[in-house]
């Protein structure tokens, strides 16, 4: 049993995939900060390092909400939660700077978290 199970099956998937793309993030950009002066393929493979955490908890969280949520809905619950993670790393982490773009982006993902997740 794990530490999770006595929570209900949505949350579980949302806490395992946030902590996922915590590290799918700094496996994808995290090389651009901290490697960009030395060669790509040692980059690449502190990525795969990184990226062999980042699967340990996404393989669950997709197994554990293909229980309760139909495929459309996983995936884009892992979408959201993959911008929900990216634009705070981007702005405090990487020091991008925040745009107006970002909110629009953003209404325009609940329309489709609103599409996907109604009962029709």
Not at 32 to 56: C, N, Q, T, V
């Amino acid at each position: 049993m794990n530490a999770l199970s006595h929570l209900p099956l949505w949350l579980q998937t949302a806490l395992l995939l946030s902590a996922s793309n915590l590290f799918m993030t700094f496996a994808w950009y995290g090389h651009l900060k901290h490697l960009a002066d030395r060669p790509w393929w040692l980059a690449a493979l502190a990525s795969w390092g990184i990226a062999f955490f980042e699967y340990m908890l996404q393989v669950p969280a997709n197994r554990i909400g293909a229980q309760a949520l139909a495929l459309p809905q996983l995936k884009l619950m892992q979408e959201v939660i993959t911008l929900a993670v990216f634009v705070p790393f981007a702005i405090f982490y990487m020091k991008q700077p925040l745009k107006l773009d970002y909110l629009w982006a953003a209404c325009c993902l609940l329309g489709a978290v609103y599409f996907t997740f109604r009962t029709t």
